[in-house]
């Protein structure tokens, strides 16, 4: 099996220089039947990464531990559905992965624009093949998935346990499609500068790979928020880590970009802009990449070693140095066909939501990179923590929220007075009375929060107007039903409903962000059985302990082999509102030298927090119990030296009875946040807004099939 | 005076006149930026540089490993020490907060600490372990290379 994959690579490696000459041949002499054969390389390497994938696949699901990666990342104890995520949990799966995304986005994007602006796609097929053979190489030179150890070991090291969390199933692939899906149009847009066609085509052949390469992004973001919620132990679902912020950067210049093609569509204005943005939306992408896979800088997600270093940078470098190059030697036909009329416009506002967007990644860009930055400088590393990041993007978040809110409501061109009267009366007014309740409520001290929830009931008020004015036209011209008419409306211009109510999404978002960081209650406490603490306005009391051994299959089934836990009841004012169980799962350390029982224990532990989510609050919880008193270490001991290799289970029973019976003070984390679950419905809200947005209308699709009838009749003709 | 002299300048000049100010504007904040990220950043040393340079009440981003048989729970605190990779001077952190699951004596962990007289002071939830998956030992066995 490992042979098939390692003849794959090779094979995809000929493919991407072959089809990287034939369209870049194609490209220059017009050639199409070349630039066609270089399109269908592309399909080829999806076929043949698809086969390596399928392989390495495989020899996960068979526990084939001649496998170096599947040694390294997996193991005989880890459930099936955490062995089928590990492929990519590793490096060198992980390469495979960006790849095979990347050669399957590549295919259809360019299947799509087959019969359309060829010589662009010719040198955007290139570019994307070079990514390819990029990624590729490095598999072959540095870091193969395909080498094997002979004999093959009996059983694996294990995936690691924080891994082992139903989003690691989707989180990775979502992220990686959004990465791959940023270098489709960052390749297109280099292909309209190199064949100096910088029309409209180009924006319109991409858009929906901008947008979806910004939605792909945006819930792999969002679901790796969702998994440091629930798995990490610490309570908080963003940290400013390097990893984080190296997905949120294409992000934001996504959005940026999402908003300025409107007007270059609109009114031919901001080309330049746009194509550099596309270019960093690109590099960003890839300098996400290499700062995951390249170990950099301190994260808790430094997955690899240094190796990929040097590569990266030279890609990196070449990538800037092109981009700059093919802008400014294509200024001339980038010219700006309009200027702006006014600072209270649309197209201002659009402007206004870019330098805020572009502000947000050069401090979030700064902060990430300042480790090396300050090194350079300096001579020694430092780097900003938190408070630093949270000083300048809490503002900036602000003033995006409140954007959003305008931008959907004021005219093109030039605002009139009349005009922002009619239109910013009911979201002034949302925004006023929910200041004067906030205010009446006596939370006036939080001004962060107070500004956002306004500004968020501000882009209500505004959203809620759009939707309902075009409702009230729709029924008074067709004399529709409500429902229908709200129907109808979306469907007939998806793209911009479908935004708004991303715009609405964003902005329930910050409003769980909001609340939860600014009236959050969180206590650390050490607590025996019996006794109670105050979080916030709750009591939580520490009711009795749980230890199970769980061999094989544990509550969670994520394959630990102790839980030590705790019942919690969890009351405010005397009622009962909960009751939580946290625990602690212990896994195998696969080390025989920790002896029979305590390899059983000796690998990492890791935390199940339990939690009570409600629309109102979440009461979350997190336990580290104690297993190193005395006397269950004496249980460790006597069994490490007493029990035979395989019976070493007997012996974890009995620790689970002894800390049953006389349970240790254990350490808790608990934290009362509100709002948080607005959070991922906001992210939700925002998914769906922009499936809205991106799915095909059914005027293009009517016009694709009108287009195709048309083609075909003049085929016809041609050959009559 | 200004407003009548804003309304009269030529339309290219106006623009001139706005990129400057939006120009100057952004090189004002991005300084401010950049200085306060040198001013705030907490210089990442190991332990022996540490206790060579540490200034009491700077913060200070340490890089070690968890000392073996250091870890003791104090209260709601925690009680280690940290050394370099490759032993040596060992320095005392009391920490509260969170602590991340993967945390354990041999460990390589990040804190960010002050130094107060002797002890120093770890900085609420400042704590991070690296990646385990990192310093993981290669399978025994004869490896064969692609």
Known sequence: MADLGRICLPLALLICVYGIGASIYGARTGRIEFSDSGRRSVYALAIVLTVAFGVLELAFLRNDFAFNTVADTSSRTTPTFYRAAAVWSSQEGSLLLWAWLLSLWSSLALFLVRRRMRDVAAYATAILLGFGAFFISLMIFYASPFSTTNPAPAEGVGLDPLLRFPTMMIHPPM?????????????????????????????????????????????????????????????????????????????????????????????????????????????????????????????????????????????????????????????????????????????????????????????????????????????????????????????????????????????????????????????????????????????????????????????????????????????????????????????????????????????????????????????????????????????????????????????????????IGAVLDVSKGGRHVATLSPSEGFYDSGEPAQGTVGHLIGGQAVSHISMSAGVTRDVWTAIAPDISTPALQRIVSIGNRTLPADEGVVALGVLAREYLKHPPAAQFHFIVSPLVMWIWIGGLIVLGGGLIAIWPTPSAVRRRVAMRSRARAAHGLARA | MGLEYWVAMNPSRKRTVRLIVALSAAVLLASALIYTSFSAASPALSPTQLVRQAQPGRSYQVTGTVVHGSVRHEGNGLDFSVADRAGGTAIPVAYTGTVPDPFREGREVIVTVQKQGARYVGERDSLITKCPSKYKTAPAGEKQNY
């Open chain 1, 175 to 563: 992220l990686y499609s959004g990465y791959t899906l940023c270098t489709i149009p960052l390749a297109f847009g280099m292909g309209a500068l190199l064949a100096r066609r910088v029309d409209a085509d180009w924006i319109k052949a991409i858009r929906r790979f901008a947008f979806a390469a910004w939605l792909f992004l945006g819930i792999g973001i969002l679901l790796g928020a969702r998994w440091s919620y629930s798995e990490l132990g610490w309570g908080g679902y963003w940290g400013w880590d390097a990893v984080e912020n190296a997905s949120l950067m294409p992000w934001l210049t996504g959005t940026a970009f999402l908003h300025s093609l409107m007007i270059q569509e609109k009114r031919g204005m901001l080309k330049v802009w746009n194509v550099s943005l596309v270019l960093a939306t690109g590099t960003l992408a890839i300098m996400g990449t290499f700062l995951v896979r390249s170990g950099i800088l301190n994260s808790i997600h430094a997955f690899g070693g240094a190796t990929l270093g040097v590569p990266f940078v030279v890609l990196i470098g070449i990538l800037i140095a092109a981009s700059i190059y093919l802008v400014v030697s294509r200024r001339d036909m980038l010219r700006s066909q309009h200027r702006l009329d006014s600072l209270l416009s649309r197209e201002a506002i659009f402007l206004g939501n870019n330098i805020v967007l572009v502000a947000l990644c050069f401090v979030i860009f700064w902060g990430t990179y300042f480790p090396l930055i300050s090194e350079a400088f300096t001579g020694t590393e430092a780097s900003v923590g938190p408070p630093w990041f949270d000083r300048y993007t809490v503002p900036l978040a602000l003033l995006l929220v409140l954007l959003s809110g305008i931008g959907p409501v004021i005219a093109w061109r030039r605002a009139t007075f009349a005009n922002a009267r009619r239109n910013f009366a009911v979201p002034l007014l949302s925004a006023l009375v929910t200041l004067v309740v906030l205010l009446a409520a006596g939370v006036a001290h939080k001004a962060f929060a107070i500004a956002m929830f306004c500004c968020a009931a501000f882009v209500l008020g505004s959203i809620s107007q759009e939707f309902f004015r075009g409702t009230r036209a729709r029924r008074a011209m067709a004399g529709e039903a409500l429902p229908v008419a709200l129907v109808a409306l979306v469907r007939r211009n998806r793209r911009r409903y479908g935004g708004y109510v991303v715009h609405l999404g964003i902005a329930v978002l910050f409003v769980g962000v909001a609340a939860s960081s600014s009236f959050q209650h969180a206590v650390e406490q050490r607590l025996s059985v019996g006794g109670s603490t105050h979080v916030g306005k709750y009591t939580v009391r520490y009711v009795r302990p749980t230890a199970t051994i769980t061999p094989k299959n544990d509550a969670v089934h994520t394959g630990s082999t102790l839980n």
